[in-house]
């Protein structure tokens, strides 16, 4: 059996579990302690004689039992296969994916790249059986996926896909454009489109020129802008363990999303140019609606592997176990309550 993980990342949220694991351990040591000072040991006894002390010490690992299945749930888990026959529209579909440093900033949240990222993902949900494949583009362009049916492997491609560090900003766009245009399957000049993801910092790599040579083959070009056209924002970067501010011969750099190039790209291209910005585009929806329809063709169905998830196995356990801790009080029956103080009163009896 083939167990994946969609979304290792959340995995982060382990510290959060450990952090809130050891403040209520501490917090019930303390409270225990308070008691104990308040009263004394024989007294505080007699105050908490109607409480439980076992429910009292389960509640704080019932709450973390709740957390840690709320991260398992988090990341995503997939096990077993399900075949589903699919409507194949004959569309193939190459993202270009800008991972220049320039992507890092967060005038989008949490970034530009991880906005780019969620955009393709949507798209990935609402397929119809189109091949698609993707190529990540800084300074040398890479086919990271190549055309394919299996959503699954772009997913986990999507999710290992990080910034490449080997340049001071802006991307080969044009570079990008053809090497999707190399990579394609097939001699076949329609049905085919390029979806470029990027704020159109580009190195002088005639993106319009090369998205002008895939129309003119029939491929049609699509430009997504991600970030901020006006004010722009600077770029964190990582050095020495803390978050600076990416510089270039001592100044800060800048980033702003260039719409004009995009805009010209997708017209060379004779396609779409997709003001995303700073805002949530449904990338989703426009893709259905803009871009399947004019370069579609039917190619009958398609037998699809998904892998089907499991988070609800993690989930259901998790509310039982809050509707467990929520209904489950600390307080003790009279009867116990009162067989419990009679025997604090003989004992106190007796050492008197």
Same mark, same amino acid.
């Given at each position: 059996m083939e167990l994946q993980f969609n979304n290792?990342?959340?995995?982060?949220?382990?510290?959060?579990?450990?952090?809130?694991?050891?403040?209520?351990?501490?917090? #019930?040591?303390?409270?225990?302690? #308070?008691?104990?000072?308040?009263?004394?040991?024989?007294?505080?006894?007699?105050?908490?004689? @109607? /409480? /439980?002390?076992?429910?009292?010490?389960?509640?704080? !690992?019932?709450?973390?039992?709740?957390?840690?299945?709320?991260? =398992?749930s988090m990341i $995503?888990?997939?096990? =077993?296969?399900?075949? &589903?026959?699919? &409507?194949?529209?004959?569309?193939?579909?190459?993202?270009?994916? $800008?991972? /220049?440093?320039s992507m890092l900033a967060e005038d989008v949240k949490?970034?530009?790249? %991880?906005?780019?990222?969620?955009?393709?993902?949507?798209?990935?949900?609402?397929? +119809? +059986?189109?091949?698609? +494949?993707?190529v990540t583009v800084a300074g040398d362009p890479t086919v990271t996926v190549p055309l394919t049916l299996d959503y699954s492997a772009m997913r986990l491609a999507l999710d290992e896909t990080d910034i490449s560090t080997g340049r001071r900003g +802006? /991307?080969?766009?044009?570079?990008?454009?053809?090497? #999707?245009? %190399?990579? !394609?399957? $097939?001699?076949?000049? %329609?049905?085919? #489109?390029?979806?470029?993801? @990027?704020?159109? $910092?580009?190195?002088?790599?005639?993106?319009?020129?090369?998205?002008?040579?895939?129309?003119?083959r029939g491929v049609r070009v699509y430009t997504v802008g991600i970030g901020n056209a006006a004010d722009g924002t600077r770029i964190p970067v990582q050095k020495d363990g803390q978050q600076t501010w990416l510089t270039h011969q001592g100044e800060q750099v800048w980033s702003k999303l260039k719409p004009q190039l995009l805009q010209d790209i997708a017209e060379a291209g004779n396609g779409l140019y997709i003001p995303a910005g700073t805002s949530n585009a449904d990338l989703a929806e426009i893709y259905n609606e803009s871009?399947?329809?004019?370069? =579609?063709? %039917?190619? =009958?169905?398609?037998?699809?592997?998904r892998h089907i998830p499991r988070y609800r196995w993690f989930v259901l356990p998790a509310l039982l176990l809050l509707l467990i801790e929520s209904f489950m009080g600390q307080r003790r029956s009279r009867r116990v309550t009162k067989r419990r103080l009679a025997q604090d009163n003989l004992a106190i009896g007796a050492a008197a």
């Amino acid at each position: 059996m083939e167990l994946q993980f969609n979304n290792l990342d959340n995995l982060f949220w382990l510290w959060a579990v450990l952090g809130a694991g050891i403040v209520l351990l501490v917090a #019930a040591r303390l409270r225990h302690r #308070a008691l104990q000072r308040f009263a004394g040991n024989r007294f505080a006894k007699r105050l908490t004689a @109607s /409480s /439980s002390d076992s429910r009292r010490r389960l509640r704080p !690992f019932l709450l973390i039992a709740i957390l840690l299945l709320v991260v =398992g749930s988090m990341i $995503d888990p997939r096990w =077993g296969v399900r075949y &589903q026959e699919l &409507q194949r529209r004959g569309i193939d579909v190459f993202f270009v994916l $800008d991972t /220049s440093r320039s992507m890092l900033a967060e005038d989008v949240k949490p970034d530009r790249l %991880d906005r780019a990222k969620q955009y393709i993902e949507d798209v990935l949900e609402s397929l +119809g +059986g189109d091949r698609v +494949g993707l190529v990540t583009v800084a300074g040398d362009p890479t086919v990271t996926v190549p055309l394919t049916l299996d959503y699954s492997a772009m997913r986990l491609a999507l999710d290992e896909t990080d910034i490449s560090t080997g340049r001071r900003g +802006g /991307s080969l766009i044009g570079d990008g454009i053809r090497e #999707a245009m %190399d990579a !394609f399957a $097939d001699d076949l000049e %329609d049905h085919k #489109a390029i979806i470029v993801l @990027s704020d159109g $910092d580009d190195m002088d790599s005639y993106p319009i020129e090369a998205a002008a040579a895939a129309s003119n083959r029939g491929v049609r070009v699509y430009t997504v802008g991600i970030g901020n056209a006006a004010d722009g924002t600077r770029i964190p970067v990582q050095k020495d363990g803390q978050q600076t501010w990416l510089t270039h011969q001592g100044e800060q750099v800048w980033s702003k999303l260039k719409p004009q190039l995009l805009q010209d790209i997708a017209e060379a291209g004779n396609g779409l140019y997709i003001p995303a910005g700073t805002s949530n585009a449904d990338l989703a929806e426009i893709y259905n609606e803009s871009i399947a329809p004019g370069v =579609g063709r %039917d190619l =009958g169905t398609a037998q699809v592997e998904r892998h089907i998830p499991r988070y609800r196995w993690f989930v259901l356990p998790a509310l039982l176990l809050l509707l467990i801790e929520s209904f489950m009080g600390q307080r003790r029956s009279r009867r116990v309550t009162k067989r419990r103080l009679a025997q604090d009163n003989l004992a106190i009896g007796a050492a008197a």
